[in-house]
């Protein structure tokens, strides 16, 4: 398999968030991907867990079991939206310094 788009995050498997365990997460783009069977089909405590991993700034996605291993090509494009997404905007540069002081009434240079 090739490289996916976005390999400059990590993704940690079975990474740990708080009392979670989340399958992968990438810290430094706050998202976190669950990849859920049929059990997890109107699962109450996969809200609950949503909610909190929201609450505490993470991004949570989720794919079923079948769409990775059906369309994988799918599930990384989604994935890597979603960390272009949440891209801040690159800052403007900093204005450039003030001109210089001197060269009046009182200056070295002029004595």
């Known amino acids: 398999m090739r490289q996916p788009p976005f390999k400059a995050h990590?993704?940690?498997r079975q990474a740990t968030i708080g009392p979670y365990f989340a399958d992968f997460a990438t810290h430094r783009?706050?998202?976190?991907?669950?990849?859920?069977?049929?059990q997890h089909s109107g699962s109450g405590s996969d809200e609950v867990r949503s909610r909190y991993l929201e609450a505490n700034g993470y991004r949570v996605l989720r794919f079923w079991n079948n769409d990775v291993m059906a369309n994988l090509s799918g599930v990384l494009s989604a994935i890597d939206a979603a960390i272009n997404a949440d891209r801040p905007p690159t800052p403007p540069p900093p204005p450039p310094p003030p001109p210089a002081r001197g060269g009046g009434e009182g200056s070295r240079a002029n004595a």
């Open 10 to 12: 990590h993704f940690r």
């Open 29 to 38: 783009a706050r998202i976190v991907i669950e990849v859920d069977g049929g």
